[in-house]
Nanobody, 131 residues
Framework: VQLQASGGGLVQAGGSLRLSCAAS????????IGWFRQAPGKQREGISC????????YYADSVEGRFTVSRDNAKNTVYLQMNSLKPEDTAVYYC?????????????????????????WGQGTVVTVSS
C-alpha cells in the first residue's frame, strides 16, 4: 500500500502547480483523500479533502478560492490544482487516505482538517513559491 505525491517544484508568486497523489496497492474509490502541508517551523495544516464523491470537498480558509481538489478514480489518483500561489504556500505537501470519511465530515462541520484518523500517508512533495 502506497501513496505517491508528486508535482511540487519552484514557482513564482502568482503561478500555478498541480499536485498528484497516486495510490498503489489499494483502490482509492472508497477513501477520502486529504492534502496537508507543513512549512518549516510550523505545524502541519490540513488544507483540503475530497470524499469518495467529487461533490464532497473541504478547503481551509487559507486556500479557499485558489486551490481545487479533484479525483480520477479510474487512474486511482487525486489532484490538487494550486493557483495564485503565494510565498506563504511554501511547504512540504502530503496526501493521505482515510477510509471512514470521518475527517472530512468533521472538517466540514468544524472548519479544521485533522490528520489523526488517516490510514495511509504519502511521502511529501516540496512546493517553493518565490516572491
Amino acid at each position: 500500500v502506497q501513496l505517491q505525491a508528486s508535482g511540487g517544484g519552484l514557482v513564482q508568486a502568482g503561478g500555478s502547480l498541480r499536485l498528484s497523489c497516486a495510490a498503489s496497492g489499494f483502490s482509492m474509490d472508497y477513501y477520502s483523500i486529504g492534502w496537508f502541508r507543513q512549512a518549516p517551523g510550523k505545524q502541519r495544516e490540513g488544507i483540503s479533502c475530497i470524499g469518495s464523491s467529487d461533490a464532497n470537498t473541504y478547503y481551509a480558509d487559507s486556500v479557499e478560492g485558489r486551490f481545487t481538489v479533484s479525483r480520477d478514480n479510474a487512474k486511482n489518483t487525486v489532484y490538487l490544482q494550486m493557483n495564485s500561489l503565494k510565498p506563504e504556500d511554501t511547504a512540504v505537501y502530503y496526501c493521505a487516505a482515510e477510509r471512514t470519511g470521518a475527517a472530512l465530515f468533521s472538517a466540514q462541520a468544524m472548519g479544521v482538517l485533522v490528520g489523526d484518523t488517516f490510514d495511509y500517508w504519502g511521502q511529501g512533495t516540496v512546493v517553493t513559491v518565490s516572491s
